[in-house]
């Protein structure tokens, strides 16, 4: 009979073992699912800062090329 009680602290205590790791495995998959998150955020953030960036590039070179139209006409003015 003392096996019996040896046997079935053994299992209680292989319960609270394999319910402690599942407590971490939920832990860890949280934490992952955060890191995950900020990842995806930090992504977001890039191609927005990215699209500003093209789009600024994008106004430079209109405003380039206003400036050279507006330089071509005024030459051609003042050569006729």
Do not use: F, P, W
């Not at 992952?32 to 977001?44: C, H, I, R, V």
């Not at 191609?47 to 380039?64: D, L, M, V």
């Not at 090329?65 to 006409?73: N, W």
Request: charged content about 25%.
């Amino acid at each position: 009979m003392g096996v019996r009680h040896g046997t079935s602290r053994n299992s209680a205590n292989y319960a609270a073992l394999k319910d402690a790791q599942i407590k971490l495995s939920m832990e860890e998959c949280a934490c992952d699912m955060e890191q995950s998150a900020d990842y995806a955020a930090l992504k977001a953030a890039q191609i927005k800062s990215s699209r500003k960036a093209s789009a600024g590039g994008t106004e430079q070179r209109s405003n380039y090329a206003a400036a050279m139209d507006a330089q071509t006409k005024s030459s051609k003015e003042g050569s006729a």
